[in-house]
């Protein structure tokens, strides 16, 4: 069951491996100083926890690779993050959106995964629940005051979720190798997840005066296999640059 279970934390670390990056491109953009502060330590937390899910990963897979060399040295076909982390971060009303999303998914999920038969991965989801915390209760603030503030405010943060949601149902989706880990007692319950998903969504709809977009006939699913668009391309060019011009390098 290694292999399968490797294979499954590379989608926990990518996730929020891209995430993390996706947000640190706000330091020195945000609207507000505390802000700025607040999304660069987000994103601190996001690539922390990547590290530790890419660090167990390696280990898992046996090939000598750690967390960095599967972070810088991996092409996009190979990375299995979720679609959704990879879109650009539009305007703030697009980058709550996009956490917000991300993290009505991920904190149930890494809660699921804090009660693991793998006692490392367990462990590592339990610290990364406690930070997901935070993260939940900072986008959701944020959702509820630009959907609930100005007229302008609200229409960014409905067109930014029409835009973003045909990317979340990947996150709740669950396909062969989810299915077969959960049986195990070594992955999360999409099927419960996506419950508990959709019931707090509504409710956010519902609070900040939003639509919820209608589910697409044939929503992308591909990032899991490693079908990436142009966006991961570009990130990971920029996120790998320093890496691979000196590989070996320790500083």
């Not at 995430?19 to 690539?47: K, Y």
Request: hydrophobic share 45%.
């Amino acid at each position: 069951m290694s292999a399968p279970l490797a294979e499954y934390l590379l989608r926990l670390g990518d996730d929020r491996l891209v995430l993390g990056h996706r947000l640190s491109e706000w330091c020195g953009h945000a609207p507000i100083v505390e802000e700025d502060i607040a999304l660069a330590n987000v994103a601190l937390d996001c690539v922390g926890q990547a590290s530790d899910f890419l660090g167990l990963a390696g280990e898992l897979e046996g090939q000598g690779r750690d967390a960095d060399a599967l972070a810088f040295f991996r092409g996009p076909t190979e990375f299995r993050n979720a679609l959704l982390v990879e879109q650009p971060n539009g305007d703030f009303a697009g980058t709550i959106a996009r956490q917000v999303f991300f993290d009505a998914a991920g904190a149930h999920v890494l809660a699921q995964l804090a009660r693991a038969k793998h006692a490392r991965l367990a462990a590592l989801a339990a610290k990364a629940a406690k930070e997901v915390g935070y993260h939940v209760r900072h986008a959701r603030d944020w959702w509820l005051r630009l959907g609930g503030g100005t007229e302008e405010s609200h229409r960014r943060l409905q067109a930014a979720v029409d835009e973003l949601w045909p990317f979340t149902l990947e996150l709740v989706t669950p396909d062969e190798l989810d299915r077969a880990l959960c049986a195990e007692g070594l992955a999360a319950d999409l099927a419960a997840t996506q419950v508990q998903f959709e019931c707090e969504l509504a409710e956010l709809f519902e609070a900040a005066g939003l639509e919820r977009p209608p589910d697409p006939p044939y929503p992308p699913l591909g990032g899991r296999r490693g079908a990436h668009g142009e966006h991961l391309d570009h990130l990971l060019s920029e996120m790998q640059s320093v890496a691979r011009a000196h590989p070996g390098a320790h500083w």
